[in-house]
């Protein structure tokens, strides 16, 4: 079920005017696939502040088994993580650094985590929320991961197309081609 739409500027330059295309292509494809689903709420483009800080997320789901951050990235040619953690965005044979959109991702969940504790009257539990998030990249993009035999906990590629990779299983198979990464806290 869709709590919250994602509203719509008009674009100050090319980078957030193709971020905002990749996020509404994202809310389409989380439309379609929750739109109707009594268990899954859907939030998009979600801002919170406290203390003279904020957190943007394009996406958070809440769900059964806790919450998923999605962030979403735009890119036309391939996104690239090294065995380091480095991050590349290749365009035409040309690459050029980015920052790491898990470590973004990361800070999202500690940042929404804080946020709910303060508010809960039992913050033990959100201390116990499962709070996974995901990077989902435009559908022209194309995912290239390290060559490694063993993957960090946080980081796991997949390989069918996209990328909706559940930990509470038999939920979700949501194969479309949006999102071909995903990592969890």
Do not use: C
């Not at 109707?36 to 088994?65: C, T």
């Not at 035999?149 to 909706?164: D, I, K, N």
């Not at 930990?167 to 806290?185: E, K, N, Y």
């Amino acid at each position: 079920m869709i709590l919250k739409e994602k509203t719509f500027t008009e674009a100050r330059d090319w980078k957030q005017a193709a971020g905002d295309a990749a996020e509404k292509e994202m809310a389409f494809y989380l439309r379609r696939y929750f739109g109707d689903d009594s268990e899954v709420y859907v939030l998009n483009d979600i801002r919170l502040e406290m203390d003279g800080d904020a957190a943007q997320m394009d996406h958070v789901l809440i769900h059964p088994a806790g919450l998923t951050i999605i962030e979403s990235k735009s890119v036309a040619g391939k996104l690239q993580m090294k065995a380091g953690g480095e991050w590349l965005r290749w365009y035409d044979d040309r690459s050029s650094g980015m920052a790491s959109p898990i470590v973004q991702a990361k800070l999202q969940a500690e940042f929404l985590r804080k946020f709910l504790r303060r508010m809960a009257k039992q913050p033990q539990v959100i201390d116990a929320l499962a709070i996974d998030f995901m990077i989902a990249i435009s559908s022209k993009g194309q995912f290239i991961a390290p060559r490694a035999r063993r993957w960090p906990r946080y980081a796991r590629p997949t390989w069918w197309g996209s990328v909706f990779a559940p930990r509470w299983p038999g939920r979700w198979h949501f194969r479309r081609r949006t999102a071909r990464f995903w990592a969890s806290t």
